[in-house]
């Protein structure tokens, strides 16, 4: 974890990661902590989204894939859910021209059918009019759930042995990744780094597979305090990190490590 208060240190690059994920957790307590309602948090947080978005692109991140609504939140009370749902509606009628200009590209992932439909055309109208964009892919995952997700591409892979398609002799780690809900980012599926804002450290049910060899980053500062620096600094953190998924690097011994 590192402090909301230190200067971001330089970042080499040339070793950006090419996906970051982000856990956007803290927005009702940096409501609660002015006094606001919750609301006022969620409202904060997602223009905060359009900051980290921009700052991400311009250091050259090729995926940043946010955790915006998870399938639990659905047990928060029905007026911030509500609010939750216009969200994506107000962000995309302000940021549209701001993505487009920046080149980014939206996708939204998780289970869309369960949302209501003015969320769904707005998350559809969004990845039409920037299908075209080259630049950074700007991942929403909207009603998402991990297990869920697992549960699903079990299902799939299961009806596809059924019916001949697949051999289940055949089901590998590829196979199962294609069936899964980031298939569409397809070799920068995985992230390089998690970061998760507010304190808080763990995965909270977001990307399981995934995140098998990811870097996590944790920090104390809210969602909406989070800023391009502290985004900066988390990448610093991950880039002194030794990834070595598992193995040793070339030249250690096992009796160095």
Not at 55 to 71: D, E, H, I, P, W
Not at 83 to 93: E, G, H, R, S
Not at 104 to 117: H, K
Not at 188 to 217: C, H, K
């Amino acid at each position: 974890m590192f402090g909301a208060k230190h200067q971001a240190p330089q970042v080499d690059l040339q070793r950006i990661p090419q996906h970051v994920a982000i856990i956007m957790d803290g927005n009702g307590r940096w409501a609660k902590k002015r006094f606001l309602p919750r609301i006022a948090g969620h409202k904060q947080g997602m223009e905060n989204v359009k900051t980290i978005t921009k700052a991400a692109s311009r250091l050259g991140v090729k995926v940043l894939t946010l955790y915006a609504f998870s399938t639990e939140n659905w047990r928060r009370p029905t007026g911030e859910v509500n609010y939750l749902m216009k969200l994506p509606v107000d962000f995309f009628d302000t940021f549209m021209p701001e993505l487009i200009a920046e080149n980014v590209r939206v996708e939204v992932m998780g289970e869309l059918d369960a949302l209501p439909a003015a969320t769904r055309q707005a998350a559809a109208n969004a990845m039409a009019d920037t299908k075209q964009d080259t630049g950074m892919i700007l991942n929403f995952a909207l009603n998402y759930g991990a297990r869920d997700e697992l549960i699903l591409a079990a299902q799939q892979m299961a009806s596809e042995a059924v019916a001949g398609t697949l051999d289940p002799a055949q089901i590998d780690a590829a196979v199962v990744a294609d069936h899964l809900m980031t298939r569409h980012l397809g070799a920068l599926a995985d992230p390089d780094l998690l970061i998760r804002t507010s304190g808080e450290e763990r995965l909270s049910n977001f990307l399981l597979w995934q995140l098998a060899y990811s870097e996590m980053v944790f920090t104390p500062a809210y969602w909406p305090d989070f800023t391009p620096d502290m985004l900066s600094e988390a990448i610093a953190v991950y880039q002194q990190r030794d990834r070595r998924y598992g193995g040793l690097d070339a030249g250690t011994t096992p009796e160095s490590k």
